[in-house]
């Protein structure tokens, strides 16, 4: 899904990315519209603008997350402010392409980041990355409480992962399928940059939601 507001720019990437083998399933020019379009198609992978008509795409990408959240999100953006990097990795995107790349380079992005892989322009890696080495250095009462939102679904399921209920309990007690269940595992992985149930576990004791 190719989320931008400018409608050429919209349409020659997603033409780009269909002459390249790329099945594109939908575009949206705005917060709402992503959403939306988002929840009825599932998307692997969503190209995503930082300027959009109806807000940001860091809203965008929480927003689009939560409601598919096995998508992959890559931002696609003119903007190279450390603040507008930092949002939407910060909301759960894989990466953060500049939109001078190349077609090339805007394909093979994407071809990792359906892969799992994190992409970013060079440069913006040092960037994130000195970013939370900084949180993780600095003294306890200077660190910015920086704490990915979590919709109230995926804050629920994490309690009770944290209790040590497998997928399949946390699905009967819910009322949901255990995909469903697994969905808000993986989705809350990817957006608190954890790796596995251990290291979640963990999480939610030191935020006390055990």
């Known amino acids: 899904m190719v989320v931008d507001d ?31 379009r988002a929840a009825a198609v599932q998307p692997d992978v969503v190209l995503m603008d930082m300027q959009l008509i ?11 997350l939560d409601v598919s959240p096995n998508s992959r999100v890559l931002v696609l953006s003119a903007s190279v402010e450390r603040e507008d990097v930092l949002d939407a990795i910060k909301a759960g995107a894989s990466g953060y392409l500049v939109k001078s790349a190349s077609a090339t380079e805007l394909i093979d992005a994407v071809r990792a980041t359906a892969a799992g892989q994190p992409v970013f322009t060079p440069g913006l890696a040092g ?12 003294p306890a009462d200077e660190r ?30 819910l009322t949901l399928s255990h995909r469903t269940v ?21 999480y939610a004791i030191e935020q006390g939601l055990e």
């Open 6 to 36: 400018h409608p050429m720019w919209r349409d020659g990437v997603s033409r780009d990315l269909e002459a390249a083998g790329f099945t594109v399933v939908a575009t949206a020019d705005g917060v709402g519209t992503a959403s939306r």
């Open 54 to 64: 109806d807000g940001n795409g860091a809203e965008a990408t929480a927003k689009v």
């Open 127 to 138: 960037l994130v990355l000195g970013e939370y080495r900084r949180m993780a250095t600095a």
């Open 144 to 173: 910015t409480p920086e704490v990915p939102a979590l919709t109230e679904r995926e804050t629920e399921v994490l309690r009770m992962v944290a209790k040590g209920l497998s997928a399949k309990q946390i699905a009967t007690r």
């Open 182 to 202: 697994e969905n808000h595992v993986q989705a809350t992985l990817r957006k608190l940059q954890l790796a596995n149930r251990v290291e979640l576990t963990r």
